[in-house]
């Protein structure tokens, strides 16, 4: 669960769960989810609680549980919820005694041994130095206890990971036993703050620089949730793969600072480029986001699909066969774009940008025009359209040097001179 839905089920407010779960480093307890099996469940202690209170003898609850009569007096007797002279018995608060007395606690081995200490710590920590000592690399932002900053610089680190230093131990140390600890104990020392055997700031150290472990629930989360196996590039008619039909689309975005983007659409036999403006919503930039709210950038799932559709339904039906687009969240609304403007919409596999190939190339010309690293929000679609214009009349060697505009007009003029044909 979320960390929100989480407190709100414990009964706690949200910034109270979020100083627990940042205590605990999002290190799961590791609790084993059932006991052995000669400990009492805690469903027994609730058919124990139930008996109780119907007036049962110990004697009998032992032969419906199938236990030992000494196993149930000395339940009953050491997880009481009371201590007055009627030991009242509830199932559970009795689980909460038993599994105080199951802790085993003890000191980590970090904390005791000053040697692996110091060794785990100098490798985690281990600066980039020349050979005469000297320390090389900036300083680095101070640690705050976040996760790494972006955009800005990261202290130079020959940082070992923790199986790295755990794996080196035995090869270092083969005589001493006492060298000898787990990758996961040194994560641990340093998420869960109260181990406080390492110092956390060494988090930063860590090639993925998080201050907090992500739980499996979470990293077990699908990444492209909205692709689903019917809209897979594999499912796209094979008419799309030789590009002898024009009406087959590639899309895309380019993305500039400040969540500015433009999108891309680029027509696979002709090279025909779209432009799609994509202006930011009213309210961007003058209040605060709101968590879950809706998405002020111009590149939201409902904005994109809108600004989509007024684009693509703008070409004559013939040329609307297919779009096939990277697995950005931004068309997360393909569905409803397929109901509305009868494209099907297909996605490329993951990490696999040559089966977009004409709409990679064409978005590196249009990185002649919109660099990287300015704001794409300041130019007008008046603008965008003229940046289109100057692509789709440039010549292209692909096309045997025609234009694109050129290739799309000479297919429109063989439609129309096919449906005459048949119309006679």
């Not at 976040?146 to 090869?171: F, G, T, Y």
């Not at 793969?241 to 999108?263: N, T, Y």
């Not at 931004?330 to 596999?349: M, N």
Request: hydrophobic share 35%; glycine share 6%; charged share 25%.
């Amino acid at each position: 669960m979320k960390t929100e839905e989480a407190a709100a089920e414990a009964g706690v407010s949200s910034p109270v769960a979020f100083r627990w779960f940042r205590h605990a480093g999002g290190v799961n307890p590791g609790l084993p989810a059932t006991v052995s099996g000669r400990y009492l469940t805690f469903s027994e202690r609730e058919d124990i609680a139930m008996w109780r209170a119907q007036n049962v003898s110990i004697r009998e609850i032992a032969r419906r549980l199938n236990r030992v009569p000494s196993t149930i007096s000395r339940e009953v007797r050491r997880n009481a919820s009371t201590r007055t002279y009627h030991l009242a018995y509830k199932a559970s608060t009795a689980q909460w005694h038993a599994e105080r007395r199951a802790r085993r606690p003890k000191t980590a081995k970090l904390v005791a041994n000053d040697r692996l200490r110091s060794y785990v710590q100098d490798r985690l920590a281990g600066a980039i130095r020349a050979y005469d000592g000297q320390q090389f690399g900036p300083e680095g932002p101070a640690w705050k206890g976040r996760n790494k900053p972006h955009r800005s610089d990261r202290r130079w680190v020959q940082a070992w990971s923790p199986e790295q230093i755990a794996r080196r131990l035995p090869v270092e140390f083969p005589d001493d036993e006492s060298m000898r600890i787990s990758h996961e104990a040194i994560y641990q020392a340093l998420y869960v703050q109260s181990r406080g055997a390492l110092k956390r700031e060494l988090v930063a150290c860590l090639r993925t620089g998080r201050a907090l472990r992500v739980p499996r629930a979470r990293a077990s989360q699908r990444a492209w949730a909205h692709v689903t196996p019917e809209v897979l590039i594999s499912e796209r008619p094979a008419e799309a793969d030789d590009r002898a039909m024009p009406g087959h689309w590639e899309g895309d975005l380019i993305i500039g600072l400040q969540r500015s983007a433009i999108g891309t659409l680029v027509e696979r036999t002709t090279r025909f480029t779209l432009l799609v403006h994509l202006p930011r919503e009213d309210g961007w930039g003058l209040a605060s986001r709101t968590k879950n709210g809706p998405a002020l950038a111009g590149y939201g799932a409902v904005t994109m699909k809108n600004a989509l559709a007024s684009t693509i339904t703008i070409l004559p039906e013939e040329l609307r066969r297919s779009l096939t687009w990277d697995r950005g969240k931004e068309l997360s609304q393909h569905a409803r774009f397929t109901v509305e403007t009868g494209v099907p919409v297909y996605f490329a596999d993951p990490h696999s940008p040559w089966q977009r190939g004409s709409n990679e190339n064409t978005n590196g010309l249009l990185r002649q025009y919109f660099p990287k690293g300015t704001d794409l929000s300041r130019w007008s679609a008046e603008e965008i359209n003229a940046v289109a214009h100057a692509l789709n009349t440039r010549p292209r060697k692909t096309l045997g040097w025609r234009t694109p505009a050129e290739a799309l007009n000479e297919h429109l003029r063989s439609l129309q001179q096919s449906g005459v044909a048949t119309t006679d």
